[in-house]
């Protein structure tokens, strides 16, 4: 049973930086795309980065490139989300995933983790 397990969360202010973690298990990921999504309340769930699980290729939204930086440690299966200049309009529960390509085909989920910046 696979399992995605997500932390880091919480709140900090404008300007600020947190890192996110996902915790993998249960199956083998190295053919697969490791994804960072998030939903801000009454808005639909969005991608934010993604990663090759053996190549190293990273992908990202605009919204938040050059502020964010995914990163993975196949030792650990475990791939982290890195924001920096975070900004009140990244706020919102933050979810892990895998998937077979690296915007979409998403098939397991974690459960999320809360992300609030302030003003």
């Known amino acids: 049973q696979v399992q995605l397990v997500e932390s880091g969360g919480g709140l900090v202010q404008a300007g600020g930086s947190l890192r996110l973690s996902c915790a993998a298990s249960?199956?083998?990921?190295?053919?697969?795309?490791m994804g960072w999504f998030r939903q801000a309340p009454g808005k639909e769930r969005e991608f934010v980065a993604a990663?090759?699980?053996?190549?190293?290729?990273?992908y990202y939204a605009d919204s938040v490139k050059g502020r964010f930086t995914i990163s993975r440690d196949n030792a650990k299966n475990t791939v982290y989300l890195q924001m920096s200049s975070l900004k009140p309009e990244d706020t919102a529960v933050y979810y892990c995933?895998?998937?077979?390509?690296?915007?979409?085909?998403?098939?397991?989920w974690g459960q999320g983790t809360q992300v609030t910046v302030s003003s």
């Open positions: 995933a895998v998937g077979t390509a690296p915007r979409v085909g998403y098939f397991y």
């Open positions: 990663t090759s699980w053996s190549g190293g290729s990273t």
């Open positions: 249960g199956r083998t990921f190295s053919s697969l795309y």
